[in-house]
Nanobody, 114 residues
Framework: VQLQASGGGLVQPGGSLRLSCAASGSDFSNNFVGWYRQPPGKQRDLVAAIISGGSTKYADSVKGRFTISRVNAKNTVYLQMNSLKPEDTAVYFC?????????WGQGTQVTVSS
């Protein structure tokens, strides 16, 4: 299973970005997929996750601003990020659990700055 994360960039505070995590090598439409982020010098933490059936979970810091969704036909999970703040600046990673194995995508940098 390979995960390709994309969509990061530089955005002003209050702006929006949409991250994509595309899977190849396996259908992960019914599996756990999570977005994590790692600010400089800090640990990697869960931002949002989606599991089979469409249930979602969010970190308190992003509730109401970020939305995770899945398009099964594209084998892709998205993270829509609105009302971005400077403290959202981090490298964002996607992770999938397929067949009890963990797979990570490469990170994509999100920088929120004026």
């Amino acid at each position: 299973v390979q995960l390709q994360a994309s969509g990061g960039g530089l955005v002003q505070p209050g702006g929006s970005l949409r991250l994509s995590c595309a899977a190849s090598g396996s259908d992960f439409s019914n599996n756990f997929v999570g977005w994590y982020r790692q600010p400089p010098g800090k640990q990697r933490d869960l931002v949002a996750a989606i599991i089979s059936g469409g249930s979602t979970k969010y970190a308190d810091s992003v509730k109401g601003r970020f939305t995770i969704s899945r398009v099964n036909a594209k084998n892709t999970v998205y993270l829509q990020m609105n009302s971005l703040k400077p403290e959202d600046t981090a490298v964002y990673f996607c992770k999938a659990i397929v067949g009890a194995k963990l797979y990570w995508g490469q990170g994509t940098q999100v920088t929120v700055s004026s």
